[in-house]
């Protein structure tokens, strides 16, 4: 399994753009590469999913170099709710074997008004 | 529609008792994982279902866990003579079943073993 490594907190003010980059040296050709957000006392929720380049939805972007050796999660002008636990996650492989999601401790994003 | 939910929201027990947690997955959903957290710690992965059968339980810490899915749908987790060591927030996830795809979870069953 492709271990991920991040930080385990950073900080941020309202308004700012936040970027979170992972290392997964050992992704397998087949991973995709996840983000998770979750907030005290729920579930891990889905935030952006890729394989490679660039992807981009409502709430974040994911940019992914050409090796795939790291990602980095973009969250454009973070407000208050966007204090949360960020998770890296990668093997959610495309095949039809392993499916569990391998999660790692996270990034603890705390936004300062 | 509704998401993954999960009963109880909180269980107490004792040591030595035998517990059940429910998940109700995401309709049509033929994929479900349950996963344990613990306290600052990321989601641990337990055991996965495609359908009725388990298609990988290699996460299932010993044989005092258990857990089934029998009509494809709900799933029911099971904890024999627990331990102090068992208490975590145990999640369930479900996703459509197809490669690569969305696991949604759902909010977790707080499980304090004293």
């Known amino acids: 399994l492709a271990k991920t490594t991040q930080p385990i907190s950073m900080d941020s003010y309202e308004g700012q753009e936040v970027n979170i980059t992972c290392s997964h040296n050992?992704?397998?050709?087949?991973?995709?590469i996840t983000w998770y957000q979750q907030f005290p006392s729920q579930g891990p929720r889905f935030i952006i999913q890729?394989?490679?380049t660039k992807v981009t939805n409502e709430v974040a972007s994911l940019f992914i170099p050409a090796d795939r050796k790291s990602s980095t999660l973009s969250l454009p002008r973070v407000s208050l709710s966007d204090t949360a636990v960020y998770y890296c996650?990668?093997?959610?492989?495309?095949?039809?074997?392993?499916?569990?999601?391998?999660f790692g401790s996270g990034t603890r994003l705390q936004v300062q008004p | 529609g509704a998401g993954v939910s999960q009963t109880p929201s909180n269980k107490v027990t004792e040591k030595g008792k035998y517990v059940e947690l429910r998940c109700d997955p995401i309709?049509?959903?033929?994929?479900l994982y349950w996963y344990r957290q613990s306290l600052g710690q990321g989601p641990e992965f337990l055991i996965y279902?495609?359908?009725?059968?388990?298609?990988?339980d290699s996460g299932l810490p010993n044989d005092r866990f258990f857990a089934v899915r029998p009509e494809g749908s709900v799933s029911t987790l099971k904890i024999q003579r627990t331990e102090r060591g068992d208490s975590a927030v145990y999640l369930c996830?479900?996703?459509?079943?197809?490669?690569?795809?969305?696991?949604?979870f759902g909010p977790g069953t707080r499980l304090l073993v004293l």
């Open positions: 309709s049509g959903h033929t994929a």
């Open positions: 996830a479900s996703s459509s079943g197809g490669g690569g795809e969305t696991q949604y």
């Open positions: 050992n992704i397998a050709t087949n991973d995709y």
């Open positions: 996650l990668v093997g959610a492989s495309m095949d039809t074997g392993r499916r569990a999601l391998t």
């Open positions: 890729g394989y490679k």
């Open positions: 279902f495609q359908g009725t059968g388990a298609a990988d």
